[in-house]
């Protein structure tokens, strides 16, 4: 037990908040999560994502052995490789995960995961510390040990720790760091899904049986499709979507000063894709007609500013509230996660009055500075590159590619 008493306030109930909140409450202490949604029904955000294995050992980590395996038993097929292809489906380069013949390590997998799902386990066993319909807007410190949280209904909440974890808009962010930015790229992305049929498949490159792809096209436009095929036992069917059925996703990501989103409807951001597609492959084409104009919608990419340490304090920031990036290497969520494991390790050691407060926070941001702006910086590098824009460059890293690709040791060196 601590020697002080300890309560742990988290602002945001997502992926990171609710990781954290699970990690903590397996540790015994004491937590509560302000959500700003309504209702645990209101999330209905995005489909699938994917999971690295240090996201999958950050899961193991903080949820206690059921819920893991609920994520375990709730997983799509596990990739095996990652594809580069041209916009006529050429192979550039193709990166094996897990061989055919292994099996992925249960507790530190690459994964398939549905959003929802994950986030309907992740809410398992908090109903009496999860408030819904809490949106924060504020902090007072009063000293290093005591903090009020403000929400939008005028109502306060006190702790001994406050933790950021409400995503890229976090209020707390911008009051605690005001300096820590969060700017646009310049690019946008189109996003939508189909359902995985006999039909559908026949559009599918070959290269998605093994797992995602990247199609890199030239003048800056790129485009990611991957499966979601899970076979999920009648135990586990009350935790798929209500639209649950294997699909196919797909994102087109391109320059916004030639693709204007801004309050476009689903149908009409099709037009836009298609529009672009002009000298793909048909079967791209083919896709993005055969997807739910109501799954179509579209976001203006942005990331974070990598900014220097500050003093630890009472106050602190996980996940996209300080390290947004953009998702061109899908592994925001996986950083979040691994923010909640270290934070749980941290906090566990202040519950135990092994560790002093601001000495755990502090531990926990020099390791997530590190890491989490690392993340940042990889995924601004590889958004610039899918949107090289010259002829000159693009056909360089087209070369570069497939010289990797045929170079079997070198590219098992790189990718390692
Ligand atoms: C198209 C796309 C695809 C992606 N694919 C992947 C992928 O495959 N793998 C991967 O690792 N990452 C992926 N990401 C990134 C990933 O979605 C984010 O990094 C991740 O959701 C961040 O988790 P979080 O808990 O920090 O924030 P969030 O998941 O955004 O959660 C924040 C929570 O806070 C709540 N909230 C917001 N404001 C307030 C407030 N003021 N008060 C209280 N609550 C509030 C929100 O309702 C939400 O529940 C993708 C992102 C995009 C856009």
Not at 144 to 152: G, L
Request: with cysteine; glycine share 10%.
């Amino acid at each position: 037990m601590p020697t002080e008493p300890l309560r742990i306030l988290i602002a945001g109930g997502g992926i990171g908040g609710l990781c954290l909140a699970q990690g903590l409450r397996q540790a015994g202490a004491d937590v509560a999560v302000f959500e700003r949604a309504p209702t645990a029904a209101g999330f209905r955000e995005g489909y699938r994502l994917h999971i690295s294995p240090e996201g999958s050992h950050a899961l193991h980590t903080c949820l206690p052995a059921d819920l893991f395996a609920a994520v375990a038993a709730t997983s799509g097929r596990p990739p095996r490789a990652m594809s580069f292809l041209t916009e006529r489906l050429g192979e550039l380069l193709s990166v094996e995960v897990l061989a055919d013949d292994t099996e992925p390590d249960p507790v530190a997998a690459h994964r398939s995961v549905n959003r929802y799902t994950l986030r309907r386990i992740l809410l398992q066993k908090l109903d009496d510390i999860v408030r819904f319909g809490k949106e924060c807007i504020g902090y007072e410190r009063h000293g290093d040990n005591a903090v009020t949280v403000r929400f939008a209904d005028g109502s306060t909440a006190e702790g001994n720790l406050l933790i950021g974890a409400e995503g890229g808009h976090s209020a707390i962010r911008a009051q605690f760091l005001p300096h820590a930015e969060r700017v646009e790229t310049g690019m946008v992305s189109i996003g939508g899904r189909l359902p995985l049929t006999t039909e559908t498949r026949r559009l599918l490159p070959r290269h998605l049986d093994r797992g995602p792809i990247s199609v890199l096209a030239p003048r800056g436009l790129s485009m990611f499709i991957a499966t979601h095929q899970a076979v999920i036992a009648e135990a586990y069917r009350h935790l798929a979507p209500p639209d649950a059925g294997d699909c196919v996703v797909w994102g087109f990501t391109g320059p916004s000063d030639r693709m204007p989103v801004a309050g476009r409807s689903g149908e009409e951001l099709r037009r836009l894709v298609i529009d672009h597609l002009r000298g793909w492959d048909p079967r791209l084409r083919r896709l993005i007609e055969h997807s739910d104009s109501g799954s179509i919608n579209a976001i203006s990419i942005r990331t974070a500013v990598p900014v220097k340490a500050w003093p630890p304090s009472n106050v602190t920031v996980m996940g996209d509230a300080i390290h947004s990036m953009p998702p061109s290497l899908g592994v925001g969520a996986n950083i979040a996660l691994r923010d909640a494991e270290i934070l749980t390790q941290k906090l566990s050691a202040v519950y135990c009055g092994e560790l002093p407060l601001l000495q755990a926070v502090g531990a926990y941001e020099n390791e997530m500075r590190q890491y989490g702006f690392a993340a940042v910086r990889a995924s601004n590098r590889a958004l610039k590159q899918s949107a090289t824009t010259g002829a000159f460059s693009f056909a360089a890293t087209k070369a570069a590619l497939r010289i990797l690709n045929a170079l079997p040791p070198v590219k098992k060196r790189v990718f390692q």
